[in-house]
Every structure is written in C-alpha cells, then in structure tokens.
C-alpha cells in the first residue's frame, strides 16, 4: 500500500504482471465466474445448450442411420453426456497459455499495473497506458482466491484484481474488506473447482463405442433368432422401404397438393412433381405429413429440379428460400434481398439498386459486431444495422423491404413460413391470398 493512512481513500496499490502471474490470475476470475463461488455458473447456461445441440446431432444421426429409436435415445445421451460434463468442468489454464501467447495479449498485460481505490470507485491502469474505472455502486462482490482478491460487478462480466503480494500484513488485508463492507459488496471466499482432465473424453467416448458394438451385435443376434420381421402374410415385406399400397398414397398425396398450390395461382411443373414423388418415396416408410409435402413442393419450386433427362431446370422465380445459416456474411445480405425483389419484380421495390454492405464493424474472431446493409431506392439511400453473431443472419433483413413498402400504397408484402429446419420460405402476396393460402394448405403465412 502507497498510503500509510489504511482507513482513508484514495488508495493505490502497484504490481507487476509476467506471463505466469497473467495466467495464475486469469484462471482464478475465469474459475470463479464459471464456478459456484458467485451462485449459477456463467458456462452452465451455454454448457446446456451445446448439450441439447449435441444430443440432437447424436440422435439425428444415428436414428438415420440405424433407423432404431431406442438406440438413438441411449446412444445419443450416452455421447453427449460426456461432452457436458468436459465442457463444465475443463481446465481452463491451457487455452489461457495458449491466448497469453499472443502477441498483442502479452504486450497488453506485461509490465507495472496500477490500481487505486477512492470513494468514487476502483481505478485500474494498464502498463500501455489504458484504465478502466468500475463505480462502487455497479460492484457486487469482493472474492478471496488463492493469490489474489477479486472485485467483481454486478454483471460478474468482469472484476478488478488486487495480488495478495500487494498486502505487507494481514491488517492491511482487513482494511480492504472493511472498505468492501463499507461499500456494500458481498464477502465471500473463493470455492475450489473441480476439474476433468483431457483425456476424460477420449476414454468415454472409446468404452462407448466398444458398447455400441456390444449392443448392435446382441440386437443382430436376437433378429436372427426370432426373425419377426419378415411376416409375409400381411404383405409387410417392401422392395423399395415402403408397405404395399403405400407407395400410390404418396403419388396420389403428391398430386393433389400439387393441384392445391395450382389452384392458389402458383406453377407447379410436372417435373417437379416427379422429383417430390420420387424423394418421398425414397425417405419415408410411412405417416407423410400434408405439411411435409406441401414445404418440399414449394421448396423445390425455389431451388428447381433435375427433369427425367438428367438436367437441372430453373425454379419458377415465384418462391424464394434461403438459411439462416450463412454460407459467405460479406455477400448473403445483397443475395437474399436480390432474391426477394425478384418476387416483387413490377412492384413499387423495381427504383431499389446499389444493394451493399459495410462490414467495417465486424469482429469476425469473436463472431460480434453488426452489418450495415445500405441500398437506394427513389434516389434516397437508406441503411440498416444487422447483427453478427458468427456466420448466422439476422432475421431483421426479412422486414427491410416491407419497411419500404409500407411508405407505398401496395397490397402486396413478403409472407415467410419456416421450411421445418433451419431456413425460411418467402413468398410476395397480397394478405388476402395469405389467409387462403393458410386455409387450404394448414401453413401459416406471417408477415417478414
């Protein structure tokens, strides 16, 4: 301490950061943030998330591939289980070696830092010269680790720090949690964190295998033995993995709906009903939604289809699709709504040109930031921010053109349903052919 007065403010204490201290201190606030010390972990939340995310994957997988429910439940919790618990509790202090590697990191935290308690706050001053300065009233909590004291705020987003090397005596250390009762934060001790070493996953995930090898070897045994499934006297028995009588169910499902969307005003090619017919006799064995044909009709009029000679016929341009997933940010935003106005071709949207993006504010590391998407319409540039999270869209741009055509006297708007996984259907439409759409097909069509 720099002040012989311990109870009276400011009070500055000094220190020095190397590469082992930076990562010795980092891993205690990232320890104490994603441990119990400071109530719900921050990594349980996104920890469940990759757990739901990957028992899906797993159980899509394999239930496509082995077409057995039982073993998609158990296998797909067995394997994901695994990677929720690594995840939970990793050791947090190798990627953090790696990061203090870094270059621009280590020129950042090496050398003299500088911190200083007043009544206002806690000032904290980095060797290159930034400071940060946290109020007393967004503080929280005053934790107690192993080598160092943390301040943390309410949001437990970040903390200032304080080395116990800065303390000569313990007098000194109960002058600074006086100040912190003082101020209202919570005292509390650090809570040591349980950690699974690297190697945990790699030998759950080699006994797993070894007992899904187990198992589709019992599973075999028993088909040979019993052999139930090959009752022919019910004519169960299918050439092409569908029961007899239900291969005409799907034509004649195929071409009714098709006649649907005919009679809605839209154009269904023949071609493309053969490829709908053919695709579902293929995929499914039984139980064909009315929804599911309706989405791969219209899905195939927006992507186009191979015809009986092999070749690759055009959509019918009055059905647009994309996914939210995108495949390049620099350009998707210009791609979708190049793809809307397509549909709306004649209408009020024809004056639009000069579609970019400005990709200035984008951190693409990180995956944050935002777009922003400019255009020009009736000779007046107009612009709005999309937000990045990775390589996701926003699905604000879906409201762009409707925002426009709001300032008009048109009828006609861009509806959107979603295509049951992770992209959407955009179709351009007066509300009133919407509501008969929605009627006569059960999918509801919502203003973008």
């Known amino acids: 301490?720099?002040?012989?007065?311990?109870?009276?403010?400011?009070?500055?204490?000094?220190?020095?950061?190397n590469e082992e201290k930076w990562v010795r201190f980092r891993k205690g606030f990232i320890e104490t943030v994603n441990g119990s010390t400071l109530g719900i972990p921050r990594l349980l939340g996104i920890s469940l998330l990759c757990f739901c995310c990957?028992?899906?994957?797993?159980?899509?997988?394999?239930?496509?591939?082995?077409?057995?429910?039982w073993q998609a439940v158990v296998l797909s919790l067995l394997f994901s289980l695994p990677c929720f618990l690594v995840m939970l509790f990793r050791n947090p202090e190798r990627p953090i070696r790696r990061q203090a590697k870094q270059p621009g990191i280590q020129r950042g935290f090496e050398g003299a830092w500088r911190i200083t308690l007043s009544e206002e706050g806690i000032t904290q001053r980095s060797?290159?010269?930034?400071?940060?300065?946290?109020?007393?009233?967004?503080?929280?909590?005053?934790?107690?680790?192993?080598?160092?004291?943390?301040l943390f705020r309410k949001d437990k987003k970040s903390a200032a720090m304080i080395p116990r090397e800065c303390f000569q005596s313990w007098e000194s250390i109960w002058a600074l949690q006086e100040l912190g009762r003082r101020k209202g934060l919570v005292q509390i001790r650090q809570q040591r964190r349980t950690s699974l070493p690297g190697w945990f996953l790699c030998l759950l995930v080699i006994l797993l295998m070894l007992l899904h090898a187990f198992c589709r070897t019992i599973e075999t045994a028993l088909q040979e033995t019993w052999n139930v499934y090959e009752n022919t006297e019910e004519g169960e028995e299918y050439e092409s993995g569908m029961p007899v009588g239900e291969e005409q169910q799907v034509y004649d499902s195929v071409e009714q709906q098709a006649e649907t969307l005919r009679s809605l005003g839209l154009t269904v090619?023949?071609?493309?009903?053969?490829?709908?017919?053919?695709?579902?006799?293929?995929?499914?064995?039984?139980?064909i939604a009315e929804k599911e044909v309706y989405l791969t009709l219209l899905l195939n009029l927006a992507w186009g289809y191979i015809d009986e000679e092999g070749n690759f016929s055009e959509g019918t341009g009055e059905v647009f699709w994309f996914d939210f997933e995108g495949w390049d940010l620099s350009t998707d935003y210009i791609h979708i709504l190049e793809g809307m106005l397509a549909l709306a071709e004649g209408s009020f949207l024809d004056g639009i040109n000069e579609i970019e993006e400005d990709l200035e504010d984008v951190n693409w590391e990180k995956g944050r930031g935002k777009i922003t998407v400019r255009l020009t319409w009736e000779g007046q540039e107009y612009e709005w921010d999309m937000k990045v999270y990775y390589d996701w869209i926003d699905s604000d741009v879906l409201g762009i053109l409707n925002g426009l055509l709001r300032e008009t006297e048109s009828e006609k708007y861009f509806y959107i349903t979603d295509d049951g996984g992770q992209g959407v259907i955009v179709l351009f439409c007066t509300k009133e052919w919407a509501e008969k759409f929605t009627e006569a097909t059960e999918i509801k069509l919502v203003r973008g």
């Open 1 to 17: 301490m720099e002040n012989n007065e311990k109870s009276c403010l400011p009070v500055s204490f000094t220190y020095t950061l």
């Open 54 to 69: 990957l028992e899906g994957l797993f159980f899509f997988s394999v239930y496509v591939i082995e077409r057995s429910l």
């Open 127 to 150: 060797p290159d010269g930034f400071s940060w300065f946290y109020p007393w009233r967004e503080m929280g909590w005053m934790v107690e680790g192993e080598f160092a004291f943390y």
């Open 269 to 287: 090619p023949e071609g493309i009903v053969r490829s709908v017919q053919e695709d579902l006799e293929d995929s499914l064995s039984s139980g």
